[in-house]
């Protein structure tokens, strides 16, 4: 049942999203802003009753702000030049290379 409800709040902030875009081009890109999927992160590591897992969660959650700036501004780079969905693909990429680099960095220096 756990389960369900972050589902179901996850599919909210989805159709909240596309319901979004059909009005305008700003609030859709300020909406994935609300923590909605950090709140459900955190409920979860919290449930287990662990205040430095807690803590730890939070930490990493605020490493991968760098990751997703990376992912915005290569989407808005290539916005001008590609398809929509190839901008994405490529921020993406560049997400998953600065996420990479944030989380395994560390361990090999």
Known sequence: MDVLWKGVVGG????????????????PGILPLAPTFAII????????GDAEG???ACLAGAKTIPAY????????ALGGLL????????????????AFAIFLAPRWF
């Open 12 to 27: 909210l902030v989805t159709m909240a999203i596309v319901l979004a875009s059909r009005r305008g081009n700003v609030l």
């Open 54 to 56: 807690f803590r730890q």
């Open 41 to 48: 992160a955190l409920l979860a590591v919290g449930a287990k």
């Open 69 to 76: 700036l990376v992912f915005l501004g290569v989407a808005y």
């Open 83 to 98: 398809d929509h969905r190839l901008a994405i693909l490529g921020g993406l990429a560049a997400w998953l290379v600065v």
